[in-house]
Structures are given as C-alpha cells and as structure tokens.
C-alpha cells in the first residue's frame, strides 16, 4: 500500500492539510497512520483527493483477498456514499491531472464490488456518453454487479448494454466486454440477447455467449444451439469461454465414492448417463428420481452423492427442494444398513460414506443419535469414519443446540488411542467455535492429552473468541512447553498467531 499514490491521478495539492495527508499515505507505517490520511482525504470537498482515497479503498480492498487486512474496511459504507454522490455530478474536465471522468472512474471502481439496483441510475448516465478506456471497463464492470444482484434487472440497463455489444462502430473488444456483462443477469431479454449473439460473425463473441447460455437453467433450453456451435468451432479460434462451454456439455461427476460401479442393466445404464449430461429439464430430474428410487444400494447411493455434489444435481440450478425429505430418508435408511462391500464400489463402505454426506447438508437434531452411532462404529472403513466426523463437524455448526450425544462420540474418539492420530485432532476440530459447557470441558481435557498433535488442536479450539479471555495463560503455558523451530507442531502456528491478535 506505501508504493500505491492512485490508479487515475497526478496528485500535487496547493492545499497543505491534503498534500500531507496524501504524502502520509507513502510514510504511514500503521494502519491508524493510514486511516487518519485516508480520512482527510475522503471526507474533503476536493475531487481530486476524494477520488484518489476511492482509488485507496479500491486498491486495499484487492490487496486484501489475498489476506492483507484492509485498513479501511470499517469506512465502507461511507466510501460508497462517496462514491454514489460523485456519480450524481458531471464528470470532472479532462487535464494534466486526470483524464476526463477520472472521479466517475474512481467511484465506479469503489462500487464495482457493492452496487446494487439503485446504482443503476448512475451507471446508465456513465454508459449513456459512451466513454472508453478505464471509464467504459468500470461502469461495464459495475453495471454486470448491479444485473446479477438483481432478481428483475433494470431493463434499460439491460437494453443499453445489449445496444453496445450489437455496435459494429464500437471495438470487438469492447462489444465482447458488454456481451460479458450479461453473463450472470436474469431475465428473458438478456437471454433473447445471448442467443441473438452466437449468430454473430466473431468466434470470440459467440463463444462469450455461448458461454453465458451455458451456465444454470439456461443450459436446458439451449443444448442443442450449443453442441452445434461447439462442434462449428475451430480448434485455433477456441478461447477459454469454449472451454467452459465444452465442459458444459460434457459428462457430469460419476459418482463422489461409486467410481467403476456402472449399472448393470442397459436401462439404469442410460439413466446415469441423462443424470450425468442432461438433455432436459425434466429428463434430468426424471433420471435423478430413477436413480434414487430403484431400490438398489449402488445406484441410491450415486444419487445421494449428486445430490450433494455442486457439480451433480444442481449442476445447472436445478431447483432440488422438493427431494430434500425423500433423500434424508433413504440416507438414513442406507445407515441402518450393513456397509457396501468392496464389490459393490471400489471404495468400502461407500453406501454410508454417500448417506453421511446428506446427513452433513440436511441431518436435523433428531438425527444425533444415528450420527454418534456412526461416529462409534469402530469397524468403519477409513473413508466412512473420515465422512462422520466431517458430518459431525457440519451439524454441530449448523443447529442451534450441540448435541450431547454427538460431543460425547467426538469426546470418545479424541481420547482412543486406537484411533488414527488424523481423526483424533479431526474430532477435536469438530469442536471449535461450538458453545456449551460440555464442549468447553472436552477442549480442556484434550489440552491436557499427552499426544501433541491432540494438545496443539485443543489449544487452538480454546482460541475462539468466547473462550480465549478465560483460558490465555493455560493457552500461552502449552505453546511455551512445545518444542520450536523444525520441531514445533504443525499448526502451532496458528495458535501463536491467535494469541497475538
């Protein structure tokens, strides 16, 4: 951030209280430091230095997905309104400062992440002067924030953009990036547009289409339009958005556990196959119920697993609410069961390791005791044991209320020295941020278990906000009593790092 002066602007203030503000952003060594020069800043009546603090926020709200905090997050809300406000003036003239619109550039970046529908007033006045450059890329960008945050998005919105990618007095660069807004939008008139554009003569701008076409419910209704682009393209002129679009048409997941357990009967056979490359809508859903229905272990068991998989059932947005009672109950029922065997799949114990994961999504607080029963199952493949601790971990997360029974089973695996080191600290994990005084007294008892990694676990769990107040110096005592350097714990790391914050 101390390199970084704006992305737009030649910043040199007669006023003296701004230039050093803006010089303090190049020596500031504390975010304190940095928050009172960006504060001038943003809250002057000077354009200039209002528009270089949105460029600041911009820049550190970049750097900061990638773990950097940033120092003005707090100021958020009064950024946008800046921001918002810059849009309502006429753009700033062009000069040796800036180009013209330079602020609505800058306000539409500190936007381009945050605007919904009413920003769309605001884009269209910039779009409507047809600008170019970082100007016409900003608004673009948050123009296609506003359409898919939008449930009805504004049709003029929608009707302006789709004017400018139909422009053949604009750039093919610029019509692709118009076309690219329309991506994530909803709405029959954005989709009329994308099928209208794969008619176009620039392979890029029907692959960005197509692309779009490709994408949730729209897929349905143009698979066949997609296949015949797809197969019409040169393989030189193919970009990444045919990539995406040739993904779509391929083959889903198999299975997540059922690999190599291919139906037997021709019948089933082609039922996986539409559950895995729908033709339709309703073919989808009619091969999905097939499946979960056919009374056989395999084919349930493949269901449950695209059922849970992003990339299975609800691969193309399928709405699937009204399976969710059926597909607890058969995953329930599948854990009464024995196991599958290893004919059954290539992975043992597969049948649960499939059922466990619906438990994880959709288990209820009635489903404690079927679930700490799987957590004490000692016979359990690896691979069904690794899947109930992760279900546990989900269901303690999501009801309101842990469950004794299921604290209890995660209390018996993390103090059986039988148990793999791996589920040990995995069963501790389970634990974090849960309240409750049974958990609390679990972290303590596994802070004091002679098996490091256990110790190391427990005294990260005991990190979470609601309990490191009172546990610190227990806390601080156990890292200094852990070896350091090539010797330290793995994870160790983290608990020092909890404690300093």
């Known amino acids: 951030m101390r390199e970084f002066q704006s992305w737009y602007w030649n910043c040199d203030f007669d006023d003296v209280e701004l230039q050093a503000a803006f010089d303090a952003t190049d020596a500031a060594t504390t975010p304190d430091e940095f ?5 001038v800043l943003l809250r002057s009546e000077d354009t200039v230095a209002r528009s270089t603090a949105l460029d600041f926020f911009d820049r550190a709200a970049a750097t900061s997905r990638f773990g950097e905090a940033n120092p003005f997050e707090s100021y958020r809300e009064e950024v946008l309104a800046v921001a918002r406000e810059m849009l309502r003036r006429p753009p700033r003239p062009g000069d040796d400062i800036a180009f013209e619109g330079a602020d609505h550039a800058s306000a539409l970046l500190a936007l381009k992440n945050d605007a919904g529908p009413e920003d769309a007033e605001g884009v269209l006045a910039v779009l409507r002067r047809r600008p170019d450059g970082e100007l016409l890329y900003n608004a673009l960008a948050t123009a296609g ?5 939008s449930e009805a998005p504004d049709p003029r919105l929608v009707a302006l953009i789709g004017e400018m990618a ?3 007095s604009l750039d093919i660069d610029d019509r692709r990036e118009a076309l690219s807004v329309l991506r994530g939008a909803a709405g029959e008139e954005v989709t009329a547009l994308l099928a209208r554009a794969t008619g176009e003569d620039d392979y890029r701008f029907q692959q960005e289409a197509a692309w779009a076409l490709s994408i949730g419910e729209r897929f349905y209704a143009h698979r066949a339009l997609l296949e015949r682009l797809d197969a019409a393209w040169p393989d030189g002129e193919r970009g990444f958005e045919a990539s995406e679009v040739s993904r779509a048409l391929g083959p889903g997941p198999h299975s997540t556990y059922w690999q190599g357990g291919n139906p037997e009967s021709p019948g089933l056979l082609q039922v996986h196959r539409e559950m895995r490359a729908p033709t339709s809508k309703r073919a989808h859903r009619q091969a999905f119920r097939t499946m979960l229905y056919s009374g056989l272990v395999p084919m349930v068991g493949i269901a449950l697993d695209h059922f849970c998989d992003s990339d299975g059932l609800a691969r193309f947005d399928l709405d699937v609410e009204a399976f969710r009672p059926n597909v607890l109950t058969l995953a329930r029922h599948l854990l ?4 599958s065997s290893a004919k ?4 043992t114990d597969a049948s649960h390791a499939s059922a466990l994961d619906v438990l994880a999504l959709l288990a209820e607080p ?3 005791a079927l679930l700490a029963a799987a957590l ?3 016979d359990s493949a690896p691979l069904a044991r690794e899947r109930a601790l992760r279900a546990a971990q989900d269901c303690l997360d999501r009801w309101d209320e842990p469950d004794d029974r299921v604290v209890t089973a995660l209390e018996e695996i993390i103090f059986d020295p039988s148990a793999a080191t ?3 600290t995995f069963a501790v994990i389970a634990l974090f941020d849960v309240p409750g005084p049974q958990v609390t007294a679990v972290l303590l008892r596994a802070a004091r278990s002679s098996v490091l990694p256990v110790q190391v676990e427990a005294a990260l769990g005991l990190t979470c906000d609601h309990l490191l107040d009172e546990h610190r110096d227990l806390v601080c005592g156990l890292v200094a009593s852990w070896p350091g350097d090539d010797d330290e714990p793995d994870r160790a790391w983290l608990v020092r790092d909890a404690l300093r914050d």
């Open 376 to 378: 004490r199952r000692r």
């Open 422 to 424: 791996d589920d040990r």
């Open 35 to 39: 928050q009172r020069a960006f504060l």
């Open 344 to 347: 059954a799949s290539p992975e």
């Open 336 to 339: 009464t069961l024995s196991p």
């Open 166 to 168: 139909f422009d053949r």
């Open 145 to 149: 924030t506003i359409l898919t945050s």
């Open 366 to 368: 009635e489903d404690a």
